[in-house]
């Protein structure tokens, strides 16, 4: 089956700095990425989708600025969170549909957590 | 904005029993799927059902969709331990490829 991959699966940093997370599918060209947002206890939110070569499309009360999302190839997709406040931290999760728009493949997520 | 609800929030069974989760949802859908999550962990896809069936098995799941209704289930038959988990269902909506997830289900299967 179809593979995606996130990077890092955890990180930590200061409040004030800027994080990036990759997402790759491995095994298939992703036209579209999607980036959720899940808190603790709580279900998946959508924060934005991306198709390659676009600009990211943010759902309602995302800020574009302060989550930049880049999808330069087929294969990847980049989430940066700029300027990470504490109230950043989260588990965030990546997904990758190719051809078959039906499906999407998730990443394992990535738990960042601002101090 | 979360369409989906689900109920229970969260349902705790015996090993061997049967586990049913049910999703409601608002609007017009191509598809709802059923996704699986362990605790600090990825999705999981489990099983997708188009708006024009109303039943598909896989393994020991079975999901139901009424679209007049606006609902689905999943059944979990002769649960085992290893099936503890979050359940989320999430619509596709007519309107595009993106996904709605539901509140979700926190199944705990007790040995």
């Known amino acids: 089956g179809a593979v995606v991959s996130q990077h890092p699966s955890w990180v930590i940093c200061k409040s004030g700095t800027s994080v990036k997370i990759e997402c790759r599918s491995l095994?298939?060209?992703?036209?579209?990425m999607f980036w959720y947002r899940q808190f603790p206890k709580q279900s998946l939110m959508l924060m934005a989708t991306?198709?390659?070569?676009?600009?990211?499309?943010?759902e309602q009360g995302v800020e574009k600025d302060k989550f930049l999302i880049n999808h330069a190839s087929l294969t990847l997709s980049t989430l940066t969170v700029t300027s990470a406040h504490p109230e950043d931290s989260s588990f965030y999760i990546c997904?990758?549909?190719?051809?078959?728009?039906?499906?999407?493949?998730f990443g394992p997520g990535t738990r960042l957590t601002v101090t | 904005s979360q369409q989906g609800e689900e109920d229970p929030q969260a349902l705790s069974i015996q090993e061997g029993e049967n586990a049913t989760m049910n999703c409601s949802y608002k609007?017009?859908?191509?598809?709802l799927q059923w996704y699986r999550q362990n605790s600090g962990r990825g999705l999981v896809h489990l099983i997708l059902?188009?708006?024009?069936?109303r039943e598909k098995h896989s393994g020991r799941l079975r999901v139901t969709l009424d679209t007049s209704k606006k609902s689905s289930s999943l059944l979990i038959t002769a649960s085992r331990a290893a099936d503890t988990a979050s359940y989320f269902c999430?619509?596709?909506?007519?309107?595009?490829?993106?996904?709605?997830f539901g509140e979700g289900t926190q199944l705990t299967v007790n040995p």
């Open positions: 999430a619509t596709e909506e007519t309107s595009g490829s993106r996904l709605t």
């Open positions: 997904s990758a549909s190719g051809s078959s728009r039906h499906e999407q493949y």
């Open positions: 609007t017009s859908i191509n598809n």
């Open positions: 991306s198709n390659e070569g676009s600009k990211a499309t943010y």
């Open positions: 059902i188009r708006s024009n069936e």
């Open positions: 095994d298939f060209q992703a036209t579209t």
